[in-house]
């Protein structure tokens, strides 16, 4: 084997892996919108929130403890602070308002939107732009998966439409801000100590939301309250991080084209919605769309991991996978 080859292997295995966690984590927040409606069926927006966020931050706390894991060192605080406030309070708050008086698909319109927000916060957040054609396959990819929602909900907007665009800037900020955590600590931690950091506030909250919204204990929401507190606020934004650490931001935030799709797919058998025969075209888009900004990603990376010794470059999947060790 070439020395050249020995050097790229590695950072072939690192991009493979990235993709399954990044996959793994969209596959995770697609029941995200259902299992906070099963959540909404006993409890109001504010105590499945403060809930969600207060016993996810038990657990991360109880896990960073068993893991020895090192406090997050004062530079990465503001970082954490902006993943505390997009992906740990303000997406669960908005959206469980918004599901409120709008429908599981119509609200998965945002989830279309998301990737191209999140690559946009992250390009100018770093000052490095992926080439056109990423550009061009995304907005197609987000434009199937908004047309494809909108046409199945008419289309009208409603009360929660201004909930969902604002949960969909915050996200973005938190998911671009998360991505860049992750080259530096391991991605479950991201989660983690932002979810710490919220304790203070959450705990309160959800003793005062406990105490003025009616609550009403069954199976059902306190399933989908589980779901959202352990996967959709730590399990699966660990895997998220991950692979935005070994893939990039922008390229692992195309993943997300699929989410609006699952969630339908969940919304179907889970809720009884219907879903419109323009799924499996859409379907069909989506993909297209992943794998032209996956390879446009990978040509634009290639040319400048070869001129770096070893093979490596900063800010590559190779490079923020070595600093997250």
């Known amino acids: 084997m070439r020395a050249d080859d020995s050097a790229i292997a590695p950072e072939r295995v690192a991009a493979r892996r990235g993709a399954v966690l990044a996959a793994l984590g969209v596959a995770s927040f697609s029941f995200t919108f259902p299992a906070t409606s099963w959540a909404l069926e006993g409890f109001g927006p504010w105590t499945t929130t403060a809930l969600r966020c207060a016993l996810a931050g038990l657990v991360a706390a109880a896990v960073l403890k068993g893991t020895g894991a090192h406090l997050p060192g004062k530079r990465h605080i503001p970082g954490l602070l902006v993943v505390a406030l997009g992906c740990v309070v303000a997406f669960p708050l908005l959206t469980s308002l918004a599901l409120q008086t709008t ?121 989908g309250l589980a779901y959202l507190a352990l996967i959709s606020q730590f399990g699966g934004f660990a895997a998220w991080y991950r692979g935005m650490a070994l893939i990039g931001v922008a390229r692992a935030s195309q993943f997300q084209l699929a989410q609006p799709l699952l969630t339908l797919v969940w919304a179907l058998l889970v809720l009884g919605e219907a879903v419109s025969a323009w799924a499996p075209v859409t379907a069909l888009v989506v993909l297209a769309c992943i794998a032209v900004t996956q390879r446009a990603a990978r040509r634009r990376a290639a040319p400048a991991a070869q001129t770096a010794p070893g093979g490596t470059r900063e800010g590559s999947p190779l490079d923020a996978a070595s600093k997250s060790r």
Do not use: K
Request: hydrophobic share 60%; with cysteine; charged share 5%.
């Open 103 to 223: 429908s599981t698909g119509n609200a998965a319109v945002i989830i279309g939107l998301l990737p191209m927000s999140t690559a946009v916060v992250s390009s100018l957040w770093s000052r490095s732009w992926p080439p056109g054609v990423f550009w061009a396959a995304a907005a197609v990819g987000a434009a199937a998966v908004a047309g494809f929602t909108a046409v199945r909900t008419g289309g009208a907007p409603g009360p929660g439409d201004l909930y969902l665009f604002a949960a969909l800037v915050l996200c973005a900020a938190g998911y671009a801000a998360g991505g860049r955590l992750s080259a530096h600590m391991p991605g479950w931690q991201v989660i983690a100590w932002a979810l710490v950091l919220s304790l203070p506030v959450m705990v309160p909250t959800a003793a005062v939301a406990l105490a003025l919204e009616p609550v009403a204990l069954a199976p059902v929401p306190i399933a």
